[in-house]
C-alpha cells in the first residue's frame, strides 16, 4: 500500500505547502522531495492566497502556534 501511495505521489509531483517551525523546516523539505513532491516553505500570512492556489498539499506542524494560528484562520474556508 505505500509503494502505491508513493508511486500516486511521484506520478503527480504535487506542490505541497509547509507550515512548520524552524527547528524542522529543512527535514520537511527533504523528505517531502524523496517522496517525489515539491515543497513550498512560507509562514508569512500575506502569501497564503497565492500559494494555496498552486498547491496540491497542505502541511502543518503546530510547533509554532503563535503564528500558525493566524495562518489557520486564513486558510480556513468562508461559510456559505
Known amino acids: 500500500m505505500l509503494k502505491e501511495c508513493l508511486d ?3 506520478k503527480k509531483a504535487p506542490v505541497v505547502h ?4 524552524y527547528v524542522t523546516v529543512n527535514d520537511v523539505a527533504n523528505v517531502i ?3 517525489g513532491g515539491s ?3 512560507s509562514d508569512e500570512p500575506e502569501d497564503v492566497a497565492d500559494i494555496t492556489s498552486i498547491c ?3 502541511n ?3 510547533g509554532t502556534l503563535h503564528k500558525t494560528l ?3 484562520l486564513i486558510l480556513m474556508p468562508s461559510p456559505s
Open 60 to 62: 502543518i506542524n503546530l
Open 18 to 21: 509547509n507550515i512548520t517551525n
Open 8 to 10: 500516486q505521489v511521484r
Open 70 to 72: 493566524s495562518l489557520l
Open 33 to 35: 522531495l524523496a517522496c
Open 39 to 41: 515543497p513550498i516553505m
Open 56 to 58: 496540491g498539499g497542505l
